[in-house]
């Protein structure tokens, strides 16, 4: 262990101890983009797969942190719907690695309940079907709720719910004069892939992009925001932790 790594342990303990002393407000709801994993790659000299591969084992260690802090939901955005138009060469092996992710995530032995969002629709049916049946067995567990975000596009959920939404009433016999007549904020809420769970608190981005790329559009309008410039598979827990410190000293004000 080099010098730097002792500073740095020494940095992070002293911050875990200050959150906790204060008792500093902690999101119920994070969400991640996790980006970097190529540019990691390409400044490691490797491949792309192994880029993701080391930016899926990362994973493991942002739940355990968001567990001990007292998060109690994380989305984390994994695959976008633009990454589909990626050549298959490209696609199928980075596919297959999310699968394992999420087969490693669902084991007996951890602690979080898994849900697939995203337009499930778009992705192989064979993907879609082994991401599913993972999370299938992780219901009720004790820690963290985790949504996997597969194939997901804002704009695409936000589609997807007015269509789920008009869908209902048709069924229900209302006409689309009807329809226009009460339709509000909250009826396309109730349809998206997240419906039933709280917006995102705070949102943490890797890799120095400052933007949200479509990422949970409808939810984050009150959202707070955090940029990190490391790479996904180089974000740190000292780097969580001072999401969490950025987050605390924010006052919240829900757009008034």
């Not at 084992?57 to 802090?69: M, Q, T, Y």
Request: glycine share 10%; net charge neutral.
């Amino acid at each position: 262990m080099g010098l730097s790594d002792l500073v740095y342990g020494a940095y992070e303990r002293r911050l875990a101890r200050s959150l906790g002393r204060s008792g500093a407000p902690v999101p119920r709801h994070v969400g991640v983009i996790l980006d970097g994993n190529r540019r990691w790659a390409r400044a490691m000299g490797t491949s792309s797969a192994d880029g993701h591969k080391r930016g899926a084992a990362k994973i493991v260690d942002l739940l355990g942190w968001c567990d001990d802090a007292g998060v109690e939901l994380v989305t984390l955005w994994l695959l976008s719907t633009d990454n589909l138009s990626r050549p298959e060469a490209e696609l199928r092996p980075l596919l297959d690695i999310i699968v394992d992710v999420v087969t490693d995530l669902a084991r007996p032995e951890n602690r979080w309940t898994l849900r697939i969002v995203g337009a499930l629709d778009l992705l192989p049916a064979d993907t879609a079907r082994r991401l599913k049946e993972a999370a299938a067995g992780t219901e009720g567990r004790p820690g963290v709720e985790v949504n996997v975000a597969v194939g997901y596009g804002g704009r695409r959920e936000i589609a997807d719910a007015v269509r789920a939404m008009l869908q209902a009433h048709a069924a229900a016999g209302r006409s689309l004069e009807e329809v226009a007549e009460i339709l509000d904020v909250e009826h396309i809420g109730e349809h998206l892939y997240t419906r039933g769970q709280p917006d995102p608190d705070l949102v943490i981005r890797t890799s120095g992009e400052q933007r949200l790329s479509g990422f949970l559009l409808w939810q984050s309008a009150h959202s707070e925001f955090w940029f990190c410039e490391a790479y996904w598979p180089d974000f740190r827990r000292v780097d969580f932790l001072r999401a969490l410190r950025a987050y605390a000293a924010r006052q919240r004000r829900f757009g008034t």
